[in-house]
Structure formats: structure tokens, C-alpha cells
């Protein structure tokens, strides 16, 4: 016999030894409308009104028409309002959309015309953060031999040894994406190892990398990112990490509910990391300052 646990949504479990309803019972379509799921049908309401695009605004390409017929946000306004917080406090950063799905073009050419030309009708003003989109979208695909990347002319192996990989992401700038390997992930039984490859050097103190991700859980059998760490300064060999060492650090699991109800909430989140891998740097460094440029690779829902 199973019992709810707690009567609002939540990201980590409530007490010890509880499992979320889909790892039980799988995915139930309406789940909201009968059953157990209704106590939650009102979280969703809320929400979905949150979501709803402007009604004085005619629906284009930053708007989708929901199931329900009505107009939504396709991308959640606290995205934007993070491009506009990192830049206004000095922050150097790129981003890299990182999705097993099928919508990186589109998401690339939408985000292109936003930030270059002005289009966003809610957000006019994002060309002033004068920030470039590469709309090539590249590939990362897996194997027990090596990860290959691959965009455009570009091509980078881990044959060549995994700190170029990381040296590659360094370098990049403004914004850009990758489709990863879902098949991988899949034979590896949804499980971290065959997750979304990160690859972190905690002494770096010229570069942060932070990955966002709504199925990033403290469950290394069911996580969708596999984060590699350098096992020393300018080392060339990683190991796996666990979720829980680079939760908050280097590893953000995307609160949706709360993305969508409060604008500043990566902006929130991103500060956290940024906090917490600073006291993890002066640790190793000494108390170095630090300068360094953020690279937030970021998962896309179609």
C-alpha cells in the first residue's frame, strides 16, 4: 500500500524512502483531472495562467497554442530575464542548449532574431546585451571509446583527450546548442553514466560550468547528466561524479513550477552556484580571486 507524502509539488523527496508517483505507477494521462492527481489541479491552473501570452499581443513565433486552444508562452519569460541579470551585473557567460529532442533549429532561430534583432515583443531591448547566436546546431554522440562533438566544420573528440572537450566549451561564446545522444542514454538505462556528458575542473578559476535540467536527480540510477571531473589542475583524467557532490554547484535540477512563477528564479539559482563554487575554488586556491566566465549548458523541452 502506497500514501501520498506531501500535498504540494516538490523536487527532492519529502522524507526518507519516498518514491514519486511516476516511478511507481508511470506516466497517467490527465493525470490532474481524476484520481490522486487531482489534489494537484490547481497548482497546474495557476500556472498554465502564468504561462498564457499576453492577450493584447498578436501569437507568433515566441507564442504556442495549447491543447486548450489558448496562447503560451514557448519560452518562459525568466530565460530572458536571466540574459538581462547576468549582464547587468558584469557577469561574462555563454549558454549551450543541450536537448535529446528535435527543436534546436527552431529554438536557435527564435532566440537569433530576439537577440539581434529586437523581435521579442515582451523583451524589445535584449540586443543591447549585444550577445551572438551560432544557429548551427551541433551533435554529441557516445560510445565505450570516446565522445565525439561535432558542429559545422568543428569536430572534437575525446581521443584527442577529454580536457580538450572541456577547453572547447571554455571557449565558446554567446549562445549555441547540441543535440546529445538519447540512444545512449537509453542503453545505459537512463542511469548517469549515460547521461548528458559535463565536464567539470573545480581549480579552474577562469571558467564555471553549470548545467540546468529539469531530470537532473539526486538519483545516480535515474539522472539525465554525467558529470566528469578533472582529478587534479590541467589533469587530463576525470572520474564520475554523483549528483549530490555538484548539486548546487556545478548541477541545477530546473524547478518548472517555480521558473515559470517567479521571473528571477535562474537568475536565483545561478547565483547559488556561483556562491558555493567560490568557496569550493578559495578552498583549493587559497583565497585567490577569482575571474572567471560562466558557461550554463541548458536543457530544451519541445
Known sequence: KWEWMCETPSLLPPCEGAVT???Q???VAGFTTVGAGKRFRKALDEHLQLLRWPSHLPADEFSVRGEDGKQYHWIIPSFFRLLQDLASQGVEFSI???TFGTDLSRVLTVLQRALEQGSHP???DLPALKLSVNKTAGRIRCSTKSVVLTRGEEHVSTRDGERTLYEYLSSLKGLGGFQD???WWARNTYSILGGKP???DPFDSTAQ???IDDNIRQNDKDTIVHPMVFLGPNDSQTRTASTLELYDLCLIQNDLLRAISDPTYFTQRIQICMENYKKNLELTKGGRSLEKCVHLQVSTTE
Open 21 to 23: 508517483y511516476y516511478s
Open 25 to 27: 505507477f508511470g506516466r
Open 96 to 98: 549551450v542548449f543541450r
Open 122 to 124: 515582451i523583451f524589445p
Open 181 to 183: 545522444h538519447f540512444d
Open 198 to 200: 559535463l565536464w567539470v
Open 209 to 211: 560550468h553549470i548545467f
